[in-house]
């Protein structure tokens, strides 16, 4: 395709003046077809993006080494660009817009000298849903382009649905010269507009992703009345051939992707118990004319950890990602394969590690300190629809309707396994103040907390206190609302044990959420919420200590009462007055509940 057959005429323009701005030596479309693929990925081998992994172990897959320097997000120079500061927030790192052009168009000038400037049309969402956005990407990096092909729906039929006047996100990226000191990814919500450069890595690059779905989407939902959030969505078929959706936030390193695909157990798997992954990684919720939220996941593909993934921890994304994957960072092997820790598999006699340095097991550098083979944020990006547990409703334009809502954390004490909130006011509160432990906690403490409301604080893309209103506005035109939980896989005991095995076990939780959703078991009132009765949690099979489950329930006064200063401190010294009277009151009515305690 040439860039004169294009119909949209915003957007030609906007190629022109971004061309005119990197000057690459040529523009190529993205049509999205299999022949023009394979020519980019012979180009991305030719020139070095791109190793071609071993074809009987792993079809289809290849390998991408990252720059040492540019290996993660960069949250301190992600920044969200608005006329007034208030609007992003105290929460976001602001930057007057005019400056912020000014800043990386010094940094985009000429950036793409005998470079190709790639344009990729994509849509968010299945083309053409109500649910969907059109972003179109402008890149001089393969690897983006052939990533964001996983990610992502590419191709002329986007354009063909963006039409002659169609809106898009406008989303310039380049590579630059990857130097960390010129390094910015700027956000323009008002202008829906996304400028990133001096970054190739994924959470940096593939401004689908966490920039297009979560940060300018979360502003663009609150204009347009909807919900884009940081969150799985998961169907579980139940004996009576029932299907449940449930939508779920946890922090980074709270097993996320791991409960989107999560496995019944021998127990439940009898009892006829299916799980259905529909997305592990970003949710849209709109509020259907039936009065329910429905919800999908805009992305095709999943961008996921190496490290710690294995057979044991997320059988269906070993499964996932045994073809047509591409690999970043993790450990080369002679044999030309990848391996990472806490992976599959006997450890490698020795490889090539993400740093392209000759590696061996117990290789230590000049201070002594273990060299990892593979990057502890090492990734593979592969196509959704190769994983075992697949809904075949991820490609339905209207979504799946929502019956629950959960938000978690990393809790060693504090935070019983499962409890219900109230209502939704009282939902959007146990959102507004979930939390995860940064470091080790102390015996009967709280730990060093991080709050991360709803887990978006690091993609909320305009005020988080003006995001709970929203949610509050949400939940009054929602009849029924998804009931609202909030679960704790995570809880220890004295000495520092798991009391809950966590993985596929987690199914036992969730039978219980859907058993309430579908008013099929009582609960009891405590001061937090709606708690299991212990008969009505199916432990058959399952090797819990003795007191496990009473310690997995139990509810301490004196801890609870010390974490609500601790959200106080939050909610006031962090996000200030303008936080919504209701998530205040849900507060006091919480701390004057846990006083009356016995």
């Known amino acids: 395709m040439k860039l004169n057959e294009i119909k949209n005429e915003t957007l030609r323009s906007w190629i022109w003046q971004m061309a005119a701005l990197c000057q690459p030596e040529q523009i190529v479309i993205i049509d999205g077809s299999e022949e023009q693929r394979e020519e980019l990925l012979q180009l991305a081998l030719r020139n070095g993006d791109l190793i071609k992994l071993n074809q009987d172990k792993h079809p289809g897959c290849y390998y991408h080494r990252s720059d040492s320097a540019d290996v993660a997000r960069t949250e301190h120079l992600t920044f969200i660009c608005t006329p007034d500061k208030d609007q992003a927030g105290p929460t976001n790192n602001w930057m007057q817009p005019q400056e912020a052009r000014d800043r990386a168009t010094e940094i985009f000038q000429r950036s793409m000298r005998n470079r190709i400037m790639y344009v990729i049309p994509f849509s968010m969402g299945p083309v053409g849903s109500e649910f969907s956005k059109i972003g179109v990407q402008l890149t001089d990096s393969l690897y983006v382009v052939l990533n964001m092909m996983i990610m992502t729906r590419v191709g002329a039929n986007v354009l063909d649905a963006l039409g002659y006047k169609g809106d898009f996100t406008r989303c310039l990226h380049g590579l630059a010269s990857l130097d960390p000191e010129r390094r910015l990814i700027l956000h323009f919500p008002q202008d829906n507009e996304i400028w990133s450069v001096g970054s190739g890595y994924g959470g940096n690059a593939l401004l689908g992703k966490k920039c297009l779905a979560l940060r300018i989407a979360s502003y663009q939902a609150r204009q347009e009345g909807w919900l884009a959030e940081h969150m799985l969505i998961m169907g579980i078929e139940g004996p009576d051939g029932r299907l449940f959706y449930i939508a779920a936030a946890f922090p980074s390193a709270c097993g996320k992707t791991n409960l989107a695909m999560l496995i019944p157990p021998e127990g439940l798997k009898a009892k006829g118990y299916r799980v259905f992954t529909i997305g592990d990684d970003i949710a849209w919720f709109r509020v259907n004319t039936d009065g329910q939220l429905w919800g999908i996941n805009p992305e095709a593909g ?35 394969g990848v391996w990472w820790e806490n992976g599959e598999g006997q450890t490698p006699a020795n490889g090539v590690n993400w740093q392209g340095l000759p590696w061996y097991p117990g290789l230590t550098d000049a201070d002594g300190k273990k060299v990892m083979g593979a990057h502890p944020n090492s990734r593979f990006t592969a196509p959704l629809i190769q994983c075992p547990s697949v809904s075949n409703r991820i490609d339905q334009p209207q979504g799946v309707p929502i019956s629950a809502i959960i938000f978690g954390g990393r809790r060693a004490s504090v935070m019983p396994l499962v409890y219900e909130a109230f209502n939704w006011k009282h939902g959007v509160y146990v959102g507004a103040t979930a939390a995860s432990e940064v470091t080790a906690a102390q015996t009967h403490g709280i730990g060093d907390l991080r709050f991360d409301p709803m887990a978006m604080l690091p993609f909320c893309g305009y005020n988080m206190a003006d995001y709970f209103s929203h949610w509050l506005r949400v939940g009054q035109r929602l009849n029924p609302a998804p009931k609202i939980f909030h679960v704790n896989w995570f809880r220890k005991d004295d000495d520092g044990n798991f009391l809950w095995p966590g993985y596929g076990e987690n199914l036992r939780v969730l039978e219980w959420i859907i058993d309430r959703c579908r008013n099929a078991v009582t609960a009891q009132k405590t001061a937090i919420g709606y708690m299991p009765n212990p008969a009505d949690l199916d432990l058959n099979g399952l090797d819990l200590a003795p007191d496990a489950l009473t310690k997995l329930l139990a509810i301490d006064k004196d801890l609870w009462l010390k974490e609500m200063e601790a959200r106080e401190k939050f909610l006031r010294d962090k996000l200030g007055t303008t936080v919504p009277v209701e998530i205040f009151q849900q507060h006091l009515e919480l701390k004057e509940r846990l006083k009356k305690m016995d």
């Open 302 to 336: 999943m961008f996921g950890v190496a490290p710690g993934t294995n057979s044991q921890s997320n059988p269906n994304a070993m499964a996932t990602i045994v073809k047509n994957t591409i690999f970043t960072n993790t450990l080369l092997t002679p044999d030309y």
